[in-house]
């Protein structure tokens, strides 16, 4: 029974995609005369896609408004009362209550909960060297951020950029700049972009930035980041070079942001993010969620908790969240790791385990590649695409797939995510019934092409 009588108080803290979700969930399953609900959010925006951002400054979207699903005037129709630019700053654990700032007066005040949601999501890394929060360096994490950033190349007269990282955002924001005709250098630390896929995969899409003319400098670590007589950043220093820089953006990936939960004495897992169970209720808190880009799942293929930052996954958690809070049940079992992208017109996917990810679970396996078409090889449009697959040595279960090619390459990860949740082997999925015409996929599909070897290099193992 909370202070109002019988009516609950569920405090959301995060207005992005799980906070809201939840908040949402919960007020359709519950009116606000058995659920108060109070959202807190210090930024500008509420409910936006994150992923858009890349997009937007690159001009696809032309509109920062697109990237907004729903504003704050929409959710306090719907009697949310969400407080903007408002910091929760302390989580009161024993007295069920939360510390907020009001972002513009500096003003402090508690309120109390029956019910907590943390979805406080993630925080852009930034590395630790001089310069690093120059003016002019940037993280995009947040529309806040896609806004500084727009500004930022908007005052700026120089037309040279360097983006720190080469994972998703480092190399959808390199080619945003260069569509919007900058000079983009991407520096490195990887052998190849794109850590999520092995290096061999990863060379494809080095060869395809290349193409657009971005200057990719593999194997390397930014030292510093030197500023001129203003103080806005020049160029990035690496050991052995310089790099001149007008503007720097950073891609090298998000830690969950748990700060608050932490000093909260709330459990976090070995990626500092929190640790919940199947209905996403923080591991030994009867009355605290979480949701969303704070928190670390469970890799279905590995076993193991991982954190992975995206959209697909806060959304579905704060439903998952929404729907227990409201008195309903919903469980949230856990990720294959898929995830899509693209630069120009290559598209990259990716889903399961990599070389390296099953070998340091202890996984034995076989890893094949094969070359294939996006149709039929005498249909016209018919592009190439290279499929690499992972089985399971003795068992031949499916461990992975990346794929990278041109038009039709992405999307066809989603047959190897349902195959990987469904725990098949590559000899099962040799007789999936895909679909077939020859506008979209040769008589073989490329997925059963790479299954077919995948499933042979397994018997002769046997």
């Given at each position: 029974?909370s202070?109002?009588?019988?009516?609950?108080?569920?405090?959301?803290?995060?207005?992005?995609?799980?906070?809201?979700?939840?908040?949402?969930?919960?007020?359709r399953?519950?009116?606000?005369?058995?659920?108060?609900?109070?959202?807190?959010?210090?930024?500008?925006?509420?409910?936006?896609?994150?992923?858009?951002?890349?997009?937007?400054?690159?001009?696809?979207?032309?509109?920062?408004?697109?990237?907004?699903?729903?504003?704050?005037?929409?959710?306090?129709?719907?009697?949310?009362?969400?407080?903007?630019?408002?910091?929760?700053?302390?989580?009161?654990?024993?007295?069920?209550?939360?510390?907020?700032?009001?972002?513009?007066?500096?003003?402090?005040?508690?309120?109390?909960?029956?019910?907590?949601?943390?979805?406080?999501?993630?925080?852009?890394?930034?590395?630790?060297?001089?310069?690093?929060?120059?003016?002019?360096?940037?993280?995009?994490?947040?529309?806040?951020?896609?806004?500084?950033?727009?500004?930022?190349l908007?005052?700026t007269?120089?037309?040279?950029?360097?983006v720190?990282?080469?994972?998703?955002?480092?190399?959808?924001?390199?080619?945003?700049?260069?569509?919007r005709?900058?000079?983009?250098?991407?520096?490195?630390?990887?052998?190849?972009?794109?850590s999520?896929?092995?290096?061999?995969?990863?060379?494809?899409?080095?060869?395809?930035?290349?193409?657009?003319?971005i200057?990719?400098?593999?194997?390397?670590?930014?030292?510093?980041?030197?500023?001129?007589d203003?103080?806005?950043v020049?160029?990035?220093?690496?050991?052995?070079?310089?790099?001149?820089?007008?503007?720097?953006?950073?891609?090298?990936?998000?830690?969950?942001?748990?700060?608050?939960?932490?000093?909260?004495?709330?459990?976090?897992?070995?990626?500092?993010?929190?640790?919940t169970?199947?209905?996403?209720?923080?591991?030994?808190?009867?009355?605290?969620?979480?949701?969303?880009?704070?928190?670390?799942?469970?890799?279905?293929?590995?076993?193991?908790?991982?954190?992975?930052?995206?959209?697909?996954?806060?959304?579905?958690?704060g439903?998952?969240?929404?729907?227990?809070?409201?008195?309903?049940?919903?469980?949230?079992?856990?990720?294959?790791?898929?995830?899509?992208?693209?630069?120009?017109?290559?598209?990259?996917?990716?889903?399961?385990?990599?070389?390296?990810?099953?070998?340091r679970?202890?996984?034995?396996?076989?890893?094949?590649?094969?070359?294939?078409?996006?149709?039929?090889?005498?249909y016209?449009?018919?592009?190439?695409?290279?499929?690499?697959?992972?089985?399971e040595?003795?068992?031949?279960?499916?461990?992975?797939?990346?794929?990278?090619?041109?038009?039709?390459?992405?999307?066809?990860?989603?047959?190897?995510?349902?195959?990987?949740?469904?725990?098949?082997?590559?000899?099962?999925?040799?007789?999936?019934?895909?679909?077939?015409?020859?506008?979209?996929?040769?008589?073989?599909?490329?997925?059963?092409?790479?299954?077919?070897?995948?499933?042979?290099?397994?018997?002769?193992?046997?």
């Amino acid at each position: 029974m909370s202070m109002n009588g019988a009516r609950e108080r569920l405090v959301v803290i995060g207005g992005d995609a799980a906070g809201m979700s939840a908040a949402s969930q919960a007020r359709r399953s519950r009116g606000p005369d058995e659920l108060e609900i109070v959202a807190f959010e210090r930024g500008h925006f509420t409910s936006y896609s994150a992923c858009g951002i890349p997009y937007w400054v690159g001009g696809d979207v032309s509109d920062r408004d697109q990237l907004i699903a729903r504003t704050p005037r929409e959710h306090r129709e719907r009697d949310i009362d969400l407080r903007m630019r408002t910091e929760v700053t302390e989580i009161d654990v024993a007295r069920g209550r939360v510390r907020a700032r009001d972002v513009d007066s500096g003003t402090e005040s508690w309120t109390s909960y029956d019910k907590l949601v943390i979805a406080t999501g993630a925080r852009p890394i930034r590395p630790d060297m001089p310069g690093a929060d120059a003016p002019g360096v940037h993280g995009v994490q947040t529309l806040d951020d896609g806004q500084a950033l727009l500004d930022s190349l908007t005052r700026t007269r120089g037309r040279r950029a360097v983006v720190v990282g080469a994972g998703y955002i480092g190399v959808e924001m390199a080619e945003a700049l260069i569509n919007r005709d900058y000079e983009v250098a991407v520096v490195n630390r990887g052998s190849e972009p794109m850590s999520t896929l092995d290096p061999d995969m990863g060379r494809l899409v080095h060869e395809a930035m290349e193409g657009l003319g971005i200057t990719m400098v593999n194997d390397t670590e930014v030292t510093k980041v030197l500023t001129g007589d203003d103080g806005r950043v020049r160029a990035v220093a690496t050991e052995d070079a310089e790099y001149p820089a007008d503007v720097v953006v950073l891609g090298i990936g998000v830690r969950p942001e748990t700060s608050l939960a932490a000093a909260a004495g709330l459990p976090l897992g070995a990626h500092r993010g929190l640790l919940t169970d199947l209905a996403m209720r923080v591991r030994g808190h009867e009355n605290i969620w979480a949701g969303g880009d704070c928190v670390e799942v469970l890799d279905l293929v590995s076993g193991q908790e991982r954190h992975i930052a995206l959209g697909t996954h806060a959304n579905k958690h704060g439903q998952v969240i929404g729907t227990n809070v409201g008195g309903g049940y919903a469980t949230f079992p856990g990720v294959v790791g898929t995830a899509v992208s693209k630069v120009c017109d290559l598209e990259i996917a990716r889903t399961g385990l990599r070389e390296k990810d099953a070998r340091r679970v202890g996984l034995r396996f076989e890893a094949v590649t094969i070359e294939s078409t996006s149709r039929a090889g005498y249909y016209p449009g018919a592009s190439p695409m290279t499929v690499k697959m992972l089985a399971e040595r003795r068992t031949g279960r499916l461990l992975g797939v990346q794929i990278v090619g041109r038009e039709g390459a992405a999307k066809r990860v989603d047959i190897a995510a349902v195959a990987l949740t469904a725990g098949m082997t590559v000899e099962q999925m040799t007789a999936l019934d895909l679909g077939y015409a020859p506008p979209f996929s040769p008589v073989w599909d490329p997925v059963l092409v790479a299954a077919r070897k995948a499933s042979k290099a397994v018997q002769q193992r046997r």
